[in-house]
């Protein structure tokens, strides 16, 4: 099993920053990707991001590409999610997921969820 823990989330002012991050534990299964998500009230989980953990290749959404960046670390089995020019639409709660396939946009590929992390941006 997987178990992964998203933390970082909060209320920011439009144009601000927030960096999310997700730290994985367990054993036994071979992650091959790690990607993030979001949900806004009334609305469908969507893809946001995700990194191969191979060769750290990167993939964003239209919606947030070139403003937000994924990145991890090996060591501390962390996978960060830095958020720059936040915007009111990027209000949603926050999941990180796990793969043991190459990595997807596509939510319900995911094998393993974290709990959810609330962003709220507002002015």
């Known amino acids: 099993q997987v178990q992964l823990v998203e933390s970082g989330g909060g209320l920011m002012h439009p144009g601000g920053s927030l960096k999310l991050s997700c730290a994985a534990s367990?054993?036994?299964?071979?992650?091959?990707?790690m990607g993030w998500f979001r949900q806004a009230p009334g609305e469908g989980r969507q893809g946001v991001s995700f990194i191969s953990n191979g060769d750290g290749s990167t993939t964003y959404s239209d919606a947030v590409r070139g403003r937000f960046t994924v990145s991890s670390d090996k060591a501390k089995h962390t996978v960060y999610l830095q958020m720059n020019s936040l915007k009111l639409e990027d209000t949603a709660v926050y999941y990180c997921a796990a793969r043991r396939w190459p990595g997807t946009l596509n939510p319900l590929m995911y094998d393993y969820w974290g709990q959810g992390t609330q962003v709220t941006v507002s002015s």
């Open positions: 367990g054993s036994g299964i071979s992650i091959n990707s």
